[in-house]
């Protein structure tokens, strides 16, 4: 059994105590930059400015109202609700919403898949307050 030193021991405590924010996938300034760096994707400004876009009633049930519902494949990330050609906000299953945001340059691209699923699970920590979205 191969000996363990007193500094590999602090970093695997160090390492285990990370908080989600501190993790290697990303943290809060890589959701800036990526939406600084994209402010021009579709879904990015539906982000950046959400109070002058539309919502829909949350696909998955309940009352609350959805704006984009992230979802990652690979090294990209992408929304599964997405503005149509009418202006109004469309829900579309995985596979769907893919090939449309990839047919409308509406993705961010990562250098990693870890790094676009953190990003398709944390971006809601961009804005101050999620309670923004517009009530039915």
């Known amino acids: 059994m191969p000996q363990i030193d007193a500094s590999s021991i602090s970093l695997l405590v160090q390492d285990a105590l990370r908080t989600p924010s501190q993790s290697p996938e990303g943290n809060y300034s890589q959701i800036v930059?990526?939406?600084?760096?994209n402010k021009d994707t579709p879904f990015v400004k539906r982000i950046l400015d959400p109070s002058i876009y539309p919502t829909i009633p949350d696909p998955r049930g309940g009352n609350m109202r959805s704006t984009h519902l992230m979802a990652d494949s690979d090294t990209r990330a992408y929304p599964m609700i997405q503005m149509n050609e009418?202006?109004?906000?469309e829900?579309?299953?995985?596979e769907n919403a893919l090939a449309n945001a990839l047919r409308n340059n509406n993705t961010i691209d990562f250098?990693?898949?870890?790094?676009?699923?953190y990003f398709a699970r944390n971006y809601k920590k961009y804005w101050a307050n999620e309670k923004q979205l517009t009530k039915p």
């Open 91 to 94: 829900y579309f299953d995985h």
């Open 111 to 117: 250098k990693t898949p870890e790094e676009a699923a």
């Open 86 to 89: 009418a202006g109004t906000l």
């Open 33 to 37: 930059s990526a939406l600084e760096d």
